[in-house]
Every structure is written in structure tokens, then in C-alpha cells.
């Protein structure tokens, strides 16, 4: 069967989606970071990257190109560079202009969602409160529930610079659960808070979902605070 096949008036198959090796290599040490095996200041050089991960050392540059705009890295003089380091202002930043665009994001997408949305939506949802899940499995639920939350309303520059508030927030969303992970009432409590946003988003009333929103992320940011004082300035 050809994919370009349309005697039924429809595509048969999707398209194949074609990832880049820069694409491959900013994944991988975006997982590193996050993962924690590159830690926080930790300085590397792009040379025994590009060894360890069997290619050349342009694709590095240009991954770390990516990783820097999401203040993720810093590139330095030379062929190396820091993973950026984890700061009091710099999670202020990433939240206050988060409160700035998700909560009005919300409020408008909330009135577009459709069934198979919310579907989706739960679906996610339900993967929270999954012991069998892993870490990563469980970030990328997370990632994607608040994806699909607001995608209906965001424009594709939206979602540009939402995608880099969340890797930002990401580093410390996990360095504040990291610590929690162990206790058996996490899962619940995650699917909870994720729970009362979804109902609020339900409402479709634009007020109320901001400001879900809006107590949902403060929450969050204080959290993460509390995991920081003792290791950041």
C-alpha cells in the first residue's frame, strides 16, 4: 500500500517525522541534565560529548545552541561548556513570566476543549498516580497533560516559548520532587493538584480556570523554593 494512496479521499498513513541528529544529541544531554548525571555548574567539553555519542562536533555546537536558549547550558570560550546553574532569580524568572501567559492561555483554550481532548487529558492524568511509571515516563505525562491543556488557544509562538519556561522549570520541578518520589502518598497527591486543575479547566469559565492556573503554578514555585534554599544562593 503506497502513503500516497487517497481512494477513500483520506491519507491512509501519517507522514514520517524525520529527527535531526542535533535533535537526537540536544534530547540526550537534555536527559543527562535533568537526570542530574550533569550536574548543576558542572562543566564538559563538547569534544568528549561529540565522542561519547559517536558524532561529529557540529551537531554538539548546534544542540547546544538549543540547550543554551532554554537556559539550560552556558557555551564558553573554546570548545566547552557549563550546565547552568540553579538559582533563586533564575526560578523566579521562569515562573513569573509562566503566571504571565499560562493562566490566560488556560482561561481561553478551556472554552475550546474538545471531547477527545479531555480524553486525552485524563488519560494523562490517570499515568500520575501509575507506580509502575518511571520518572521520565512521568514528566512526560506531565508535559504533555499541560500541553494539551492550553494548546487549543496557544499560537505556535506560545507554545515556542512555553516549551522553553517548562524545560527551564523542569530542573526544578524535579530537584523539589526528587525528595518526594519515595513517599507513598506522592502519587496521589500529584494526581490530586493535577485533578482540581482539570475540574476548574471543566468549569470553562475563563476566570476560574486562570486562576487555578495561576494558585496551581505558585504552588509549584514554592515547592521548588523550599528544595533550592539549601543549595542555592
Do not use: C
Not at 20 to 38: F, H, N, Y
Not at 123 to 129: E, I, Q, W
Not at 204 to 214: I, L, S
Request: net charge neutral.
Amino acid at each position: 500500500m503506497a502513503a500516497s494512496d487517497k481512494s477513500d479521499g483520506q491519507m491512509l498513513v501519517r507522514s514520517l517525522t524525520t529527527v535531526t541528529i542535533p535533535e537526537q544529541v540536544s534530547k540526550e544531554i537534555r536527559r543527562a541534565i535533568l537526570a542530574g548525571d550533569l550536574k548543576p555548574g558542572q562543566t564538559f567539553s563538547l569534544r568528549k560529548v561529540s565522542a561519547q555519542l559517536g558524532v561529529s562536533f557540529i551537531p554538539v555546537r548546534e544542540a547546544l545552541r538549543e540547550l543554551e536558549a532554554q537556559g539550560l547550558v552556558v557555551i564558553r570560550p573554546g570548545k566547552s561548556a557549563m550546565v547552568a546553574p540553579l538559582t533563586h532569580a533564575d526560578l523566579h524568572g521562569i515562573y513569573r513570566l509562566r503566571r504571565q501567559i499560562e493562566p490566560d492561555i488556560a482561561g481561553r483554550a478551556s472554552k475550546l476543549l474538545t471531547d477527545r481532548d479531555i480524553t486525552q487529558i485524563e488519560k494523562y492524568l490517570a499515568m500520575f498516580a501509575d507506580e509502575s511509571l518511571d520518572t521520565d515516563d512521568i514528566y512526560e505525562a506531565h508535559h504533555a497533560f499541560h500541553h494539551r491543556l492550553l494548546a487549543p488557544a496557544a499560537t505556535e509562538w506560545d507554545l515556542r516559548i512555553l516549551e522553553g519556561l517548562w524545560h527551564a522549570a523542569e530542573r526544578y520541578v524535579r530537584l523539589a520532587f526528587v525528595g518526594r518520589d519515595a513517599d507513598p502518598g506522592e502519587p496521589q497527591r500529584r494526581w490530586r493538584t493535577h485533578h482540581e486543575l482539570l475540574t476548574a479547566t471543566l468549569t470553562r469559565n475563563a476566570r476560574t480556570v486562570a486562576a487555578a492556573t495561576r494558585k496551581h503554578l505558585d504552588d509549584n514555585e514554592q515547592i521548588a523554593l523550599q528544595a533550592l534554599d539549601p543549595i542555592a544562593p
